[in-house]
Every structure is written in C-alpha cells, then in structure tokens.
C-alpha cells in the first residue's frame, strides 16, 4: 500500500518520552560517496536508509560499487570501495531521485571520471537549480550539458582531467561547494572555496577521516590539496542521528502543553544548529547534556519542556545554520506570541518545493496570520489553529512533517495531501511520533 495523506490532529495529552531519530542525512550521503571512493572497505553504522540516500547508494551501485547491508534496517553497512578512479561508466542515466545532496554532489564527483554519464531525478528535482554546480565544474575542466543553460537535469557530463580553481560561491550552500570540494578530489593542483556565509562543514569533517585533508584557512577559505587517493578509515564510520528530523519533535513538544522530550545521539555541529538558537531566542527550553563526540563531530542528547514561544527576527547571516528547518519553525512562530520576520532566505523557495509559499499557503488556511515576501515571512502569532481542513505538502517531506506539528496544536483534524515524500529523509516519523504521543496516522483511503 502506497501511503501519500497524512491525517494529523491536536494532542490528545503532553508530549512524552525519548528517542533517537534516524542517522543524519547529509553525513549518510558523505559517508557512502567517499566511502565508494575510497581504497577498501568501510563500514558504516548509524546510516539513513531513507530514499534519499539510497538513491545515493544505487548510483554507486551502477557504477560497480557492492555494498554488503549488515542488518535489515539498512543502517550499517559495508561499501567495498573502489578507489578514485575505479567507478566503471554507468550503463543507463543515474537517477538521484528527489535528493538535491545527491544530484549536487555527484556533478562533482563524475566531472572527474574519465567517462560520460547522465544524471537526472524526479519531477521535483528536475525544476532546481543546478547551474551552481555545473558552472564551477565546468570552469575546472568538464563539459556539462543541461536545458536552459546547464542549469536543469537531466545533465550529461562529460568528465575529464580537472585543474583545481579557487571559486567564490554567490550562494551560501553546502551542496554548492561540497560539489566543487569533491571535484578537487579530481584535479590537478590545489581547490579553494569560500562562500558568503559559511555553510555545514560535513564534507570538510569528514574527508579528514579518509586520508584527505582539508585546510580552513582565514576568512573561512577552504583549501583542498589533493592526495589522489582516498584511503578507508580502519574503525567503523558513526553517524549521529539528524538534527533536522529532531527538531520537528523538539517544536511538537515546545507546543503541546505539559510535554517533555529528550533526543539521544542528535549532532550539535554549530552549522546545523541554528534552529536551536531560533527556538532559545523564541523563549524556547532546550538543553543540552552529554555532550561528547563521533569522530569529528560534537553530539549530544536533547532535552525539551514546553514554552510559551515568542516572536523575533531572523537575518541572512542566521539562514544557512538553519536551513532545513524553517518550515517548522513557522509553525512555531504561528503559534508564538509577537511577530516572527525572516529575512534573506530566498534559498527557501528552491528547496523541494517553495517552502515559503508552501507554508504560509498551508497555515494560512489553518487560520495562521502569514505574508509572504520575496525573500521571507512575517508570522503574527496565534493561540490555536484551525482544523477541519486540508492542504497540500507538495511533494515535500518537510512541509508534511511541519504541518504534522502544526496539526498538534489545530481544534481539529488537518489532513496532509502528497506526503509519501517523507519517506526521502524520516521513513519511521509516523511510528516515531506516535511513540511520543502525536496524533498522526496515515490515510488508508
Ligand atoms: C545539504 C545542504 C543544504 C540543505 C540540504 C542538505 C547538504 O542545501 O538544504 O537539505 O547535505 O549539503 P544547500 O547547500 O543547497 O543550502
């Protein structure tokens, strides 16, 4: 049974309990990508076996890459790498699904194979933006065709011998210059990037551990000189569980009256922390404990009591921390008291959807107080939100899983339509929720 509408409504009593969410996305995306490439074998634990990064997976996969899954779940792994040079030309397109990591981050690597492919993806994923990755490579030495001025997948990229550039990125994006970073991989001479603001640093964490380092320089200038081999670490690859599928739970249990929540193993990289910053200025509870480390990133266990949230603002330099989770945390401005403005976060509407319209669409018919503006929102807050309606996520997981919150605090219930995509990023968030006491249930009809 496909399941694609999520009925979701309020809260029967306070949220409670603990759990640990899913292994972080981008880390799993990273881990399998440098793993495939690398001289032996790794293994991984703490994987995201959602679609997204199992796109991943079988695109290396195409290329000659075996992959021994360890459990059922398909969160430990062994990937037999086969070295830089070792993918073998790929007999049909590589398809990334809905994964913007995977398609972004791939440009990179097949700009430096000796090979031509062709990279394409789902409906969603064909109309992002993806010049930002094909020009930098280009510039390196690759030649990438794609409609409307290689901006589009499908892509075909006709890999070659690279040279390093020293490229400024006009966006602060993650996706952006880990592309150009993994092309570097590639090329003769040394990579540098820098960015507008700093972006999550997972690929400049994690190369480390496969032999290539990397250097930040002032400035925050990233320089990458290539040592032509990655080299599988000899203990097991960890990865923490993902700060943006805890963060929707964290906002759930800031709402709901009386709840009380605690998150295990969650990363605390200060990159994607920045939701948590959003919520502290909000008047938010959250705590940190346990902090320690897994490999080269910082984790910690999370602990949440509701709140009475308050509005604030929110500048461009405070977006690229907390990208992935502005739909959620309009919910918690639409039910916090004051004004909630964001501003400079044009990057918003070429996510999987345009989260901004898709939000305030989707709460404003839930009786939310909600503008638009071409680089933002302006939130008045509310007490409660209507129920009894039904809106649309879009194809995006995110919206789906924000309006699930939402729905916690609405008189009623709020049925959530094009949801399945939640299956790209937390397949378990329905049986997770309702472990903590969410009211949400799939459709059956
Ligand atoms: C990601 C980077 C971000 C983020 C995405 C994952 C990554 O995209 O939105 O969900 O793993 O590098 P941008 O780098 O385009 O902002």
Same mark, same amino acid.
């Given at each position: 049974?496909?399941?694609?509408?999520?009925?979701?409504?309020?809260?029967?009593?306070?949220? =409670?309990?603990? #759990?640990?969410? %899913?292994?972080?996305?981008?880390m799993?995306?990273?881990?399998?990508?440098?793993?495939?490439?690398?001289?032996?074998? *790794? &293994?991984?634990?703490? $994987?995201?076996?959602?679609?997204?990064? @199992?796109?991943?997976?079988?695109?290396?996969?195409?290329?000659?890459?075996?992959?021994?899954?360890?459990n059922? &779940?398909?969160?430990?792994?062994?990937?037999?790498?086969?070295?830089?040079?070792?993918?073998?030309?790929?007999?049909?397109?590589l398809?990334?699904?809905?994964?913007?990591?995977?398609?972004?981050?791939?440009?990179?690597?097949?700009?430096?194979?000796? $090979?031509?492919?062709?990279?394409?993806?789902?409906?969603?994923?064909?109309?992002? %933006?993806?010049q930002? !990755?094909?020009? +930098? !490579?280009?510039?390196?030495?690759?030649?990438?065709?794609?409609?409307?001025?290689?901006?589009?997948?499908?892509?075909?990229?006709?890999?070659?011998?690279?040279?390093?550039?020293?490229?400024?990125?006009? !966006?602060?994006?993650?996706?952006?210059?880990s592309?150009?970073?993994?092309?570097?991989?590639?090329?003769?001479?040394?990579?540098?990037?820098?960015?507008?603001?700093?972006?999550?640093?997972?690929?400049?964490?994690?190369? %480390?551990? $496969?032999?290539? +380092?990397?250097?930040?320089?002032?400035?925050?200038?990233?320089?990458?000189?290539?040592?032509?081999? @990655?080299?599988?670490?000899?203990?097991?690859?960890?990865?923490?569980?993902? %700060? *943006? *599928?805890?963060a929707?739970?964290?906002v759930?249990?800031?709402?709901?009256?009386?709840?009380?929540?605690?998150?295990?193993? #969650?990363?605390?990289?200060?990159?994607?922390?920045?939701?948590?910053?959003?919520?502290?200025?909000?008047?938010?509870?959250?705590? @940190?404990?346990?902090?320690?480390? #897994?490999?080269?990133?910082p984790?910690?266990?999370?602990?949440?009591?509701? =709140?009475?949230?308050?509005?604030?603002?929110?500048?461009?330099?405070?977006?690229?921390?907390?990208?992935?989770? $502005?739909? !959620?945390?309009?919910?918690?401005?639409?039910?916090?008291?004051?004004?909630?403005?964001?501003?400079?976060?044009?990057?918003?509407?070429?996510?999987? *959807?345009?989260?901004?319209?898709?939000?305030?669409?989707?709460?404003?018919?839930?009786?939310?107080? #909600?503008?638009?503006?071409?680089?933002?929102?302006?939130?008045?807050?509310?007490?409660?939100?209507?129920?009894?309606?039904?809106?649309?996520?879009?194809?995006?997981?995110?919206?789906?899983?924000?309006?699930?919150?939402?729905?916690?605090?609405?008189?009623?219930?709020?049925?959530?339509?094009?949801?399945?995509?939640?299956?790209?990023?937390? +397949?378990?968030?329905?049986?997770?929720?309702?472990?903590?006491?969410m009211?949400?249930?799939?459709?059956?009809?």
């Amino acid at each position: 049974m496909t399941f694609d509408t999520l009925i979701a409504g309020p809260a029967a009593a306070p949220l =409670a309990g603990e #759990i640990t969410p %899913p292994g972080d996305k981008s880390m799993s995306h990273r881990a399998i990508m440098l793993a495939s490439l690398a001289d032996g074998v *790794s &293994e991984i634990h703490g $994987f995201l076996p959602g679609e997204d990064n @199992l796109s991943t997976a079988q695109i290396f996969a195409d290329m000659g890459v075996r992959t021994e899954w360890l459990n059922s &779940e398909k969160t430990s792994l062994r990937v037999h790498g086969v070295g830089l040079h070792g993918l073998h030309a790929p007999r049909n397109a590589l398809d990334a699904g809905n994964a913007g990591t995977c398609a972004r981050l791939m440009t990179g690597v097949l700009a430096g194979q000796s $090979f031509t492919s062709t990279l394409t993806g789902d409906a969603s994923l064909r109309s992002r %933006p993806m010049q930002r !990755v094909s020009e +930098p !490579v280009q510039r390196m030495g690759a030649i990438v065709e794609g409609r409307e001025g290689d901006n589009f997948l499908p892509l075909t990229i006709h890999g070659g011998q690279l040279h390093g550039i020293d490229y400024q990125s006009p !966006v602060a994006s993650a996706q952006v210059k880990s592309c150009v970073l993994l092309a570097g991989l590639f090329a003769a001479g040394d990579t540098t990037v820098s960015e507008p603001h700093p972006s999550r640093d997972h690929t400049e964490r994690m190369l %480390p551990i $496969f032999g290539q +380092p990397v250097e930040i320089g002032e400035d925050d200038i990233i320089r990458l000189h290539p040592e032509n081999r @990655l080299t599988a670490p000899q203990t097991p690859l960890h990865i923490p569980a993902d %700060p *943006s *599928s805890a963060a929707f739970f964290a906002v759930a249990a800031s709402l709901v009256p009386g709840s009380e929540l605690c998150f295990h193993n #969650i990363g605390i990289n200060p990159r994607r922390g920045g939701w948590r910053h959003i919520l502290d200025d909000m008047q938010a509870n959250i705590q @940190l404990l346990n902090e320690h480390r #897994i490999g080269n990133e910082p984790v910690a266990d999370i602990a949440v009591v509701t =709140a009475q949230l308050h509005g604030m603002q929110v500048n461009a330099a405070n977006v690229p921390d907390a990208i992935d989770e $502005f739909p !959620v945390l309009f919910v918690a401005a639409a039910l916090a008291e004051g004004v909630f403005v964001l501003q400079g976060a044009e990057e918003l509407r070429v996510k999987e *959807s345009d989260r901004i319209s898709a939000m305030a669409t989707a709460l404003n018919a839930c009786g939310a107080h #909600i503008k638009e503006r071409p680089d933002g929102i302006r939130i008045e807050g509310c007490t409660e939100l209507r129920g009894n309606v039904e809106i649309d996520a879009h194809g995006d997981h995110r919206i789906a899983m924000a309006m699930a919150v939402a729905a916690q605090r609405a008189n009623g219930d709020i049925r959530i339509r094009n949801a399945s995509a939640i299956a790209t990023s937390f +397949p378990d968030f329905v049986p997770m929720a309702q472990k903590i006491g969410m009211n949400v249930r799939w459709a059956t009809v």
